[in-house]
C-alpha cells in the first residue's frame, strides 16, 4: 500500500516539476545576459556596457528571475548569496509560502534565523506571506488556513530553541534528564565560576595536579589566565576532547650551559663606556641574570621566569667611540642577544612543559562540569548544539527518526552559522545511506560580505567548505543583487570602494569574492550630502585627541542635519525634513563612547546608547557600580571617592579637597564622622548606612533603593533631558535580578560579574529602538546595528587598527590541530602549546580580513546619507579602518566633505527655562566672604603629604584604628603587597613568604589573587636589585616617617624603604602598578614631584644626603630611577612653595 508520505512527495514533485523546470531555464538565460560575474572585470561587473536605463532592466529581470526560482524549484537545494539591503528574509518567506503551496505541512518546516527576535519577526512575516497568497490562491485556501492554524507551533526559531525541541523529544538518546532545564547567560556564568572554584580548592588533594599548577603559576601564570582557558573550553564542550586527556610526552627542557655564558660576559669590554650607556646598563643585567641562575639550583625556572623581561628586551643605542668603535658594539650585542635567546628558548620550553601539564587538569574539569550538567538537567545553550550535534551524528535511529520528522531546514544569515550548526544542518539533509546531501532539504541564505561574529565561532572557512559541499551534491547558487534600502548614491560609492578593499575572492576561506549591489529604490534629490567625509590626518594628536575632536564634529553635523534641514525619504519616496531619531551614530569598539557621549551631553542632543556591550561603559553604569563597589568595601578609596563625584552624591572637587584636609581620610566607619559636618560627610554617612543593611535586603532591591533614594533618575532626565539615567538605572537593577535569580548572592560578586561583563562582547541591546515619543540620535556598535538600518548614518572611531585577540586556544579547520596560548602576550610572558603561532598568524589574517566586511556592513545600514569620519593620527596604522577607506577611494568617491571646523551649537536643553525658587540661604559669594573670614581669625596649620603633592593617591598614610590598616597602597591588591614587603625579612624562605602573602590576600578580601601577591613579593623579596642592597647594607629601615615644617605647612609622609650607605641614604618606594615594563618611563615622569619632596623632606628631617631614589615596579619587574636627588629636591620645593601660595 503506498504511504501518505509518498503520496504527499509524488503530489510535490507533480505540482513543482513544470514551474522548477521554466524557473531554472529562465534564471539560466538572465544569466547570459551579461557576463558571467565570476569572469567579468571589475568595470564591467560594478557598470556594465549598457546604458543606465537598460543596466536597471537588466537588474530587475535577474533579480525576478531568481526570486521565481526560490519560490518554485522546491526539489533544489539552494544556497543563496544575499548582498546588503537585497531582502535576503524576504527570500526566505517566500521559499516558506511556496513549500506550504506545494504540500509541504508548516510543522514539518524548520526555519533557523539569529535572535528570538529576528525569529518572531520571521513568524509574522510567513503568517502575512499566507494570508497574501490565500488572496490570490482560491484553490489552496483550504491548505494555507490549515498552516496558519499550525503556524505558531511550528520550528520557526533560533537554533538553541531548535535544539531545546528535539532534546525534549530524545532525552533518553542523549543521555540526559528529560525533566531538564536551559541555564539562561547569567546564571550559567555565574555557576561555572562556583564550581570552577571549588574544584581548585579540590585540587589540593591532587598532588600531581597541584604539582602542576604551582609550576606554572612560579613560572609567570596566573590562576585568571587558567581560569580564561576553562571558560573558553567549557563553551565549546566538544573540543575538549580534542585535547590531551594526558600530558603529552614533552621533552625536559635543555638549560644551556651557564657557566660559559658568564665567562662569555665576562670576556666582553663591559668597563669601557659610561655607566648610564643604554647597552652597557642592558647587559650588565643581563649578566646579573646569568649569575643569578648560576646560583639558584632549586628554583631555576622561577628564576628565569622573573627575568622574562631582560632576556627579551631590545639591546639599545650606544655611542661608538666609547665601545672603541663599530665592531665592538656588534660583538657585544652579537654575544649578548645569544644568549639572551638561548635562555628565551629554554623559558618558552619550560612554559610550553608547564603548560601541557596544565592542560589536561583543566580538560578534566571541563568535561566533568559538562557529564555534570548533563546529568542534572542544568544545561547551557553551547550544550544544547553539541548534544543536539552529537545526536544525529552518532545515533542512526534518532537521526532518522529526526529526518522524518522534519521535511525542510531553512537558516537565515548563514554566513553568522558557527560550525557546529552547519554540522547539524549537514547531518539534517544528509542520507546516512548514501552520504550526500538530499535534494531540497536544505536553503541558506547569507552574505558572506557581513560575516563579522567570527569572536562568536562564525567563520569563512565553514562558510565556504559548506558551499563546496552543496556544490559537489548539484545544489544552486543564485544571487540577490538588487538592493532595496539605500540610495543610488550611497550604492555606487559603496561598490566603488569595497570592490577593491574586500577583492576577488582569491582566498574564498578568507574573504569572499566582492558582488557589487544595485540600486532597486529609486528616489529623487534630496536636500543633504548624500555621501560625505569628515576628518582625516589629524597630525601628532593621540588616539584620545582624535576621538575627542572627531566626537565633537560628529555631533555638530548630527545637529547641522537637523537645523540644515537635510531630507530623507519616506516609505513612500516622498521627502521630509531629517530629525535627530533618524540618526544613528555607528562605532566599532567601545572606547570611542566616551568621548562621544560628552560631546553629545555638551551639546544637549538626546541620545540613546543602544548596543548591550556599550550599556556597560556608560558614565552612568560605571557611576553606579563605583557606589555600589564603594557600599560593598570601605576600604576601597578608589571607589569611594569616585562615588562621591558621581551625580548621587555630586560632591566638588573642592568640597572633597577641604574634607581631605579636614579628616585625611575616606574611611565611612571612622566614629569621628559624625562629628563632622559638610556634604562630603554626609554622603560619606549614606555610603556607611547602605553598608550596614547591605544583607538585609536582596541585592537588585538593595540597588533599586540607592537610585531611588539618591534620586539618580529625576537628576539625569532634569539635567540632560533624556531618559538615558532611568533605562540605565533600570538596567542595573534588572541585571540584578538576573544575577541571583534562583539563589541569593552577594554584593561583591555582582559588582565583580557586572565588571567582568564589561570585557565581553554582548550583542544585546538596551532596548528595541527608540519609544514612539522620543526624538533621540542613537549610538550602536557596528555589530548591534546588523540587520538594522537608518535615513542617516555617522560611521566613525575609525582611527585606529582593529585589535586581533584570539581566544586562549585556536583550531586549524582543515588539519583539526588545537594550539594554545595563554598568559600576558606582552612582555614575554605567554604559555604556548602546539602550532600556536603559526595559528595566530592565520588568525590574524581572518581578523584584517573581517575588519573589512564589518565597515562594509557599517557603510550598508544607511538608506539617505552616509557620513564616514577618516579622522586619525599620524602615527595611526595601516591597517586602521580610516586609512583603509582613504586608500580606496572613500573620500575620493564622496560627493563632499563638509566643514573641517565647524561650529558645535548647543541644542535647548529640556527644563532650562524653569528658574528654581529662592531660598533662604546666603548667596554664594556671601558664604564664602563669611567663609574667609572665619578662615582669617582663625590659626590654623596646613599639612599636606608628597603623595597628595605629588597628585598621586597610591600610597597614602592609613589610619591604624581602620580593619584594613596594614599595607599603604591604593588598592586591594597594594595593600596586601605592601603589608607583607614591610612585614617580610628580606632573606625570608619561599614557605614563610607564600603563608604570608596569602594571608594578607585573604585579609584584603582577594583569595583568588593570592598567586599574584606572592609572586609580586617573592620577586621584591627574593630577585630584585633592592632587596639584593639592602640585604647588604649597614641599615634599611621600612616604613620610614617624616614631618617637616615648611613655614605655614607641614610637609609629612612615609618612605617605604631607606638603605643607609656610605655615601647617604637611599630611598626606596614600591609599586604594584598594573603596566608593562614599556610604560615605565612614562609613569617615573608622574612620580617626580613626589620623589622630590621624599627627598626634601628625609634631608631636612636627618640632615643626611640622599644618594639614590629608586622606584620597584613589582609587575613589570623593573627598578627606575625618576632622576637626580638635588635636582628632584629642588623641583619639588618650587612646587611646595606654589601650593603654599595657592592656599594662603
Known sequence: MTSMASLRTAAIATTTASARAAATWRWQQKRTIRPSIRGATSSERLWGNHSLAQQAIDQETEDAATRELIRTSLRDTLFVEAGAGTGKTSALVERVVALVLGGHEIDR????????????????????????????????????????????RAQISTIHAFCQSVLYSYAAEAGIDPSFRVQDEVMADRRFRERWRIYLEDLAEDR???????????????????????????RRPDLATLLPADPPQADAPVWPDLEEMSASLENLPLHVPPADDQLLVRVLRLASVVTELLRSEVDRESTLAAAAEIIDMRWGVSSQPAWGGKENIERVRRVASDIACRLNETLHACRSEALAAVVPVVVRFVVEDAYRRAREGALTFDDLIVLVRDLLKGNREAARSLRARYEVMLIDEFQDTDPLQVEIALAFATDRDSGAPEPGRLFLVGDPKQSIYRFRRADMAIYSQTRKAIERSGGLFPVLALNRRSRGILLDWVNKVFAPLIGPGWEQDIQPEYRPIHEARRVGNLTGPGVAWIGGDAGDANARQVREIEAGQVVANCLAAVEEGWQVAKRDGMARPATFSDIAVLIPTRTVLPALERALSEAALPYRVESGSLIYRTQEVRDLLNCLTAIDDPADEVAIVAS????????????????????????????????????????????????????????????????????????????????????????????????EAGEPASLRAFVNWMESRAGEAILDNEGAGLDDDEDAVRVLTIHGAKGLEFPIVFVAGLGTAPTNRPGAYLIDRSSGEIGVCIGSRQGNRSFKLGPIDLLMEQEKRHGDAEYDRLLYVATTRARDHLIVSLYHSQRALNSCGARKLIDHGAADNAQKRLDLEREVKTAKRAFEDLEPEATEEPAEHEFEESRQALVAGATVRRYTSATALGAQNKDEKTDESEPWARGRGGTRLGRAVHAAIQSLPFDAEDPVISAFARAQAVAEAIPHRAAEVERLVRWVLRSSQVAERARSAKRALREVPFAVQMEGTVLEGF??????????????????????AEAVPERLREYKTQAGLYVYGLQAATGRRASAVTYVFASAQVEASPGEPAHLSRTAQEQLTSYEGSTA
Open 208 to 234: 600531581e595536579a597541584g604539582r602542576a599548577i604551582d609550576r606554572a603559576l612560579g613560572l609567570g601564570l596566573s590562576t585568571w589566565h587558567i581560569e580564561t582557558l576553562a571558560v573558553e573550553l567549557s
Open 1055 to 1076: 618612605i617605604d624603604l631607606v638603605i643607609e650607605g656610605d655615601d647617604g641614604m637611599e630611598i626606596v618606594d614600591w609599586k604594584t602598578d598594573q603596566i608593562a
Open 644 to 739: 562621591l563625584r558621581s551625580v548621587a552624591f555630586a560632591c566638588s572637587d573642592i568640597q572633597l579637597a577641604e574634607y581631605k584636609a579636614a579628616a585625611g581620610r575616606w574611611n565611612y566607619l571612622s566614629p569621628r564622622l559624625e562629628m563632622l559636618p559638610g556634604r562630603v560627610a554626609d554622603a560619606l554617612r549614606t555610603l556607611a548606612a547602605y553598608h550596614q543593611t547591605r544583607h538585609d535586603c536582596s541585592v537588585a532591591a538593595l540597588v533599586d533603593r540607592f537610585v531611588a533614594e539618591t534620586k539618580q533618575v529625576e537628576i539625569g532626565i532634569l539635567d540632560a533631558g533624556n531618559r538615558n539615567s532611568f533605562r540605565r538605572a533600570r538596567f542595573v537593577v534588572e541585571q540584578a535580578r538576573a544575577f
Open 109 to 152: 518546516i524548520v526555519a533557523i534565523t539569529f535572535t528570538e527576535k529576528a525569529a518572531a519577526e520571521l513568524r509574522d512575516r510567513i503568517r502575512a506571506g499566507l494570508e497574501a497568497a490565500k488572496k490570490d490562491r482560491a484553490e489552496s485556501e483550504a491548505t494555507i488556513e490549515e498552516a496558519l492554524k499550525s503556524l505558531d
